[in-house]
């Protein structure tokens, strides 16, 4: 099934469930077994249910496919005191939603670049150079990220243009290396171990990775804009892994 016709898919399941909140939504969409990697959800369509009335709104503000996975990047209001950032991935088997991952963490108040956690560019451009822009980013990850070769890092992320999005670290290449040079010198490193999942349409590029910040295991999820070939924007979530889940398939 075509990319388009796995993102409309998961578009209007969302659409349904969690805006509509229409239960007989996880009928149409949603397939069994469905695998779920949310650490407090087990198994299951069913758990989903309950769900539906805790949303009082669910925004998804993005969406890029690639293959069988589709990826959405979303704000979540009601699943806590204050509004979740949450980025979903599914994966899609004969036109249903078979298996879940996700990402979340609460929205943050501030930011250093005074950019939200998920405003910026909706819109996917260059379908033709998703194939380059995915080599791009495992490049970045491999030389950058894994390999710590810092003094090549203009060669993935623009020296004009780069807007950022986490919440601690500001614009620019300036602002990516106070940030690292910040955690540093407080102890707090961010290590990322292993990329489980590198998802790509045009010139947004996803990946799904574990490692530790602050001494803990956290799961990480980037999205990556691109421009001409270099990294232009950024956006991310980070959550801590728990010790305990309620099914036993990992956060991965």
């Known amino acids: 099934m075509s990319n388009r016709n796995n993102k409309a898919i998961v578009q209007q399941a969302i659409t349904e469930l969690l805006q509509q909140k229409d239960l007989t939504a996880l009928d149409r969409y949603w397939g069994t077994p469905y695998i779920q990697h949310n650490p407090t959800l087990p198994d299951g369509v069913e758990v989903l249910k309950g769900l539906v009335p805790a949303t009082q709104a669910f925004d998804v503000r993005r969406t890029l496919a690639e293959g069988d996975y589709v990826v959405t990047h979303s704000l979540a209001t009601g699943w806590g005191p204050q509004p979740m950032v949450v980025f979903d991935i599914f994966r899609l088997q004969a036109g249903k939603m078979v298996e879940h991952w996700d990402v979340i963490l609460p929205q943050a108040e501030k930011t250093v670049s005074g950019r939200t956690q998920l405003d910026g560019p909706t819109q996917i451009a260059d379908t033709d150079q998703t194939a380059a822009n995915k080599q791009k980013i495992q490049e970045f990850f491999d030389v950058i990220l894994y390999g710590g070769q810092m003094d090549k890092i203009t060669t993935y992320i623009s020296p004009v243009t780069y807007h950022q999005h986490n919440p601690g ?84």
């Open 169 to 252: 670290v500001g614009d620019g290449l300036d602002g990516f290396g106070k940030a690292m040079a910040d955690l540093a010198q407080a102890g707090l490193h961010m290590i990322y171990q292993k990329t489980h999942r590198l998802i790509a349409e045009g010139n947004f590029v996803f990946t799904h990775s574990e490692g530790e910040f602050a001494g803990k295991r956290v799961a990480f999820a980037d999205l990556f804009r691109l421009d001409n070939g270099l990294i232009v924007e950024h956006w991310d979530v980070v959550q801590e892994i728990p010790v305990d889940a309620k099914n036993a398939n990992g956060m991965f």
